[in-house]
C-alpha cells in the first residue's frame, strides 16, 4: 500500500467514524433518552443539561472532521475525471444537505445557551396537531432525518462512483 493510499483510507476512516457518531449520537438522544427523561420528569432537566454539554463536544468535534475529510475527499473523487454529472449533481445535494445539518446543530448550541438564561421559563406545551408537525421535523429532529438521508446519498456516491469506474 502506498502512502497516499494509506492516507486516503485514514482520512475516509476518520469520515465514516465521525458520521456514524454523530448520527448515532443523535438517534440514542431522540430515540432512547428523551423518552426515557419524559417519563423522570424531576432529573430530567438536570440530566438534559448535561447530556448536552457533553454531546455538543462530540457533534463540534465530528462536524470538524467531516468538513476537513469531505474536502479532501471530494477533490480525490473529483480530480482524476472519472466521474460524471450523476454524481457531481448527488454530491451537490449531498454537500447542501450536510451544510444545513452544520446551520442546525450551531443553531442548536446559540438556543441550549438561551435555555440556560430562560432557565425558570416554562416551555410551553405542544398545543396543537400543527405544532407537533412543525416540532417533528425542526432541531434535532431535523438533523436527524437529514443524517439518515446524508448516509443515503453517500453510498450512493459509492455505487455511482465504481459504476464509472466500470464503465471506463
Ligand atoms: C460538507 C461536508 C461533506 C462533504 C464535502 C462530504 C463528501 C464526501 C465524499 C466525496 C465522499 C466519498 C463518496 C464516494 O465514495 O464516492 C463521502 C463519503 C461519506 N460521507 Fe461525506 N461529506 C460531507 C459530510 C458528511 C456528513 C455530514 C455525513 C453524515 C452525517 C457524511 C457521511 C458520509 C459517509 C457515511 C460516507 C461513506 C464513507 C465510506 O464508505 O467510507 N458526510 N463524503
Same mark, same amino acid.
Given at each position: 500500500?502506498?502512502?497516499?493510499?494509506?492516507?486516503?483510507? %485514514?482520512?475516509? *476512516?476518520?469520515?465514516?467514524?465521525?458520521?456514524?457518531? *454523530?448520527?448515532?449520537?443523535?438517534?440514542?438522544?431522540?430515540?432512547?433518552?428523551? &423518552?426515557?427523561?419524559?417519563?423522570?420528569?424531576?432529573?430530567?432537566?438536570?440530566?438534559?443539561?448535561?447530556?448536552?454539554?457533553?454531546?455538543?463536544? %462530540?457533534?463540534?468535534?465530528?462536524?470538524?472532521?467531516?468538513?476537513?475529510?469531505?474536502?479532501?475527499?471530494?477533490?480525490?473523487?473529483?480530480?482524476?475525471?472519472?466521474?460524471?454529472?450523476?454524481?457531481?449533481?448527488?454530491?451537490?445535494?449531498?454537500?447542501?444537505?450536510?451544510? *444545513?445539518?452544520?446551520?442546525?446543530?450551531?443553531?442548536?448550541?446559540?438556543?441550549?445557551?438561551?435555555?440556560?438564561?430562560?432557565?425558570?421559563? &416554562?416551555?410551553?406545551?405542544?398545543?396543537?396537531?400543527?405544532?407537533?408537525?412543525?416540532?417533528?421535523?425542526?432541531?434535532?429532529?431535523?438533523?436527524?432525518?437529514?443524517?439518515?438521508?446524508?448516509?443515503?446519498?453517500?453510498?450512493?456516491?459509492?455505487?455511482?462512483?465504481?459504476?464509472?469506474?466500470?464503465?471506463?
Amino acid at each position: 500500500m502506498s502512502f497516499s493510499e494509506l492516507f486516503l483510507l %485514514i482520512v475516509r *476512516w476518520s469520515h465514516l467514524v465521525s458520521a456514524t457518531a *454523530w448520527l448515532g449520537g443523535s438517534l440514542f438522544y431522540l430515540l432512547v433518552l428523551c &423518552p426515557a427523561l419524559r417519563r423522570a420528569p424531576d432529573a430530567a432537566r438536570t440530566i438534559n443539561e448535561a447530556v448536552a454539554a457533553e454531546f455538543r463536544v %462530540i457533534v463540534e468535534t465530528c462536524m470538524f472532521v467531516l468538513l476537513a475529510t469531505g474536502v479532501i475527499l471530494t477533490f480525490n473523487r473529483l480530480t482524476p475525471g472519472v466521474v460524471g454529472v450523476p454524481y457531481a449533481a448527488t454530491l451537490t445535494v449531498k454537500i447542501v444537505l450536510a451544510i *444545513w445539518m452544520f446551520v442546525l446543530a450551531r443553531g442548536r448550541r446559540r438556543q441550549t445557551a438561551l435555555m440556560r438564561m430562560y432557565k425558570d421559563e &416554562p416551555t410551553p406545551m405542544p398545543n396543537s396537531r400543527m405544532h407537533r408537525a412543525i416540532q417533528a421535523v425542526s432541531g434535532y429532529n431535523l438533523v436527524v432525518v437529514l443524517g439518515v438521508i446524508v448516509f443515503l446519498l453517500s453510498d450512493a456516491l459509492k455505487v455511482l462512483f465504481e459504476s464509472a469506474l466500470d464503465s471506463q
